[in-house]
């Protein structure tokens, strides 16, 4: 770096010229999440957040344990969590965040899920009584299941499908999706979780903690986060995020548009082609709407996908590891090890 400024707003410079100014850094970086929930030091912070989350259980002591959950099949993956909790009645808590939309997610989330299932239950016993297992998924982007739903938090549990009678409490899927958060800072309440959502939301483009989060949990949230608290080494490793992530940022939201306007154009002649075979009016007007929402969908799908891996090849000849690549670009590791 050439120069570090972190009084005041923090403004901090790196040797590409490109500037930052932020006094507090992102707290969906892997790494700031973990310094200011999953820390001896913050543990009071995840237990309140699990708390306001998990409100059917009243935790008062977690453990944080390996990341990584090991497959009783060699031919199967290995899965790695951001989080894995045990709290003091055994319950399993895994905490997944995402930034990049994946496909099948909900699947995904489900599957990793298993694992601690699996390794409660020991091998060779008749036995299935494991302890309860939730899975909660802080993602940045909307899933797909929960279209038309617009609430952040959304709750899954194994129930029948006409009384609701539910199967099990042992195993819950909870996602919270940041982007229907909308609150400013003005329309904040005293809410726990709502400020959290804030955070998350919001954290790198605050310049003081807003009043409305008076809550002990969030003093500390802010002072692990700011950039100025951090030493030198830690401090440049999470610029160094930061940056890529913005840069990312900008680049697909660039692939958005370019796939938007392809995909429009795409659309509009397809769309004419079948309303004129259809007949006149009410046939034109009908292909044109349609050809435009598939051809705007594929346009974003192909443009997002063919962004995502020159950014990948970018990025790995920069000699960035496989796994922050896969982070930054939502990529399957496989892919972009081929690259």
């Known amino acids: 770096m050439r120069k570090d400024d972190v009084d005041g707003l923090g403004y901090l410079y790196l040797d590409c010229g490109e500037e930052i100014t932020s006094r507090y850094a992102d707290l969906l970086i892997d790494d700031v999440f973990k310094l200011a929930f999953g820390q001896e030091s913050t543990k009071d912070v995840m237990i309140e957040f699990l708390n306001r989350v998990i409100p059917d259980r009243k935790i008062v002591e977690v453990d944080f344990m390996d990341k990584e959950m090991r497959s009783v099949n060699r031919r199967e993956k290995n ?38 299932i699996r390794n409660q239950v020991e091998a060779g016993t008749f036995g299935y009584n494991f302890c309860p297992v939730y899975v909660i998924n802080i993602l940045d982007f909307d899933l797909d299941v929960n279209e038309g739903n617009p609430n952040v938090l959304t709750t899954y549990r194994l129930c029948e499908t006409t009384t609701h009678e539910q199967l099990t409490d042992k195993y819950t899927l909870i996602f919270i999706e940041l982007r229907k958060f909308k609150k400013s800072e003005e329309e904040l309440s005293s809410d726990i979780l709502e400020g959290i959502y804030f955070c998350l939301r919001n954290m790198s483009v605050l310049n003081e903690r807003p009043k409305q989060l008076e809550h002990e949990i969030f003093k500390k949230i802010f002072d692990v986060a700011e950039l100025a608290n951090m ?6 490793e999470i610029l160094r995020k930061m940056t890529t992530e913005r840069d990312l940022s900008n680049q697909m939201a660039y692939a958005i548009q370019v796939g938007r306007e392809e995909g429009l154009e795409k659309g509009m002649a397809e769309g004419l082609e079948k309303g004129m075979a259809e007949g006149l009016e009410k046939g034109i007007e009908k292909g044109i709407e349609k050809g435009i929402e ?38 399957d590791s496989d892919k972009v090890s081929e690259l």
């Open 79 to 116: 899965s790695v969590y951001d989080m894995n909790c045990e709290t003091d009645d055994g319950t399993r808590i895994i905490v997944e965040l995402q930034r990049r939309k994946q496909l099948d997610y909900a699947e995904r989330a489900i599957y990793y899920s298993t694992f601690q």
């Open 294 to 331: 598939q051809g705007m969908a594929e346009g974003i799908k192909e443009g997002s996908y063919a962004k995502s891996v020159e950014i990948a090849k970018r990025l790995k000849e920069m000699g960035m590891p496989i796994s922050d690549i896969v982070s930054a670009t939502g990529l």
């Open 231 to 236: 030493d030198e080494v830690k401090r440049s």
